[in-house]
């Protein structure tokens, strides 16, 4: 149910929560407040969203709420990396594949790629180091991509919940297209890394910093906080129906 409250529309739909799951998603909640205060990276998404399996894929608002937590906490790492010049790191979230495997014909199973490392050296390695072998192993390979970019994933696996409107959804694309444009802004400024974009600010005038910073992410931890209140409220209130969560908009 969407409901609204003055001029906002809530930004998901509920499900009820199971009174037996509430105690474990408010403890694990806890804990990520608590793991999220130090630096985290995407190893870390990866271990929180592998504790959320271990506990079942129980469909309701706690455990949606969860995942949308986590998927704030990746756009947030993603977007910090960006503005750092941290281009790489940005993009395993973004668009690298976690795993992508190769299928060559004539070989048995599938080759893994290094998640770094260009197909075309993956080829060169199997032909032994020929590059007109390796030429023909790529128009004979298929590739597949077994666990996709980390971002792509939560978000697909939010549009499949069914509980979460078009307004936030939108509001997650539209920070990953963000992302994007950090990188490829700070890539034609030729900027490398966080001391040179440093210097480079330093130098500038206070129009060509407010251009800069326009052009970069600046991703709060609003939304995660407010996402954790609300599983503090529901957790406590587990029987509660078709309630409306209200999120503020974002650019």
Known sequence: ????????????????????????????????DRETADPFNEASLEKWLQEMAGQGRHHTD??????????????????????????????DLLVTPRRL?????????????PRHASISSCFTLLSGGSHPGAACLAAETMARVRRPALLPHLEQEMKNSGAFTASHLGSIHRRMCRVADAIAFLMAWQVTDLGELHHRLGQSDGSTRRFVSRHLCRFTRDRFEKLGSEIGRRAQEPGCRDSAFLLSPVP
């Open 1 to 32: 149910m969407r409901s609204t409250h003055g001029s906002q529309t809530s930004a998901f739909t509920i499900r009820s929560a199971s009174p037996l799951s509430a105690p474990c998603w408010r403890s694990f909640n806890l804990r990520l």
């Open 62 to 91: 706690l455990y949606w709420l969860s995942l949308a937590r986590i998927t704030e906490l990746a756009l947030l790492l993603a977007g910090t990396y960006a503005d750092a010049c941290e281009f790489e790191a940005a993009g």
């Open 101 to 113: 495997e190769l299928f060559v014909k004539g070989h048995h199973g599938a080759m893994i790629k």
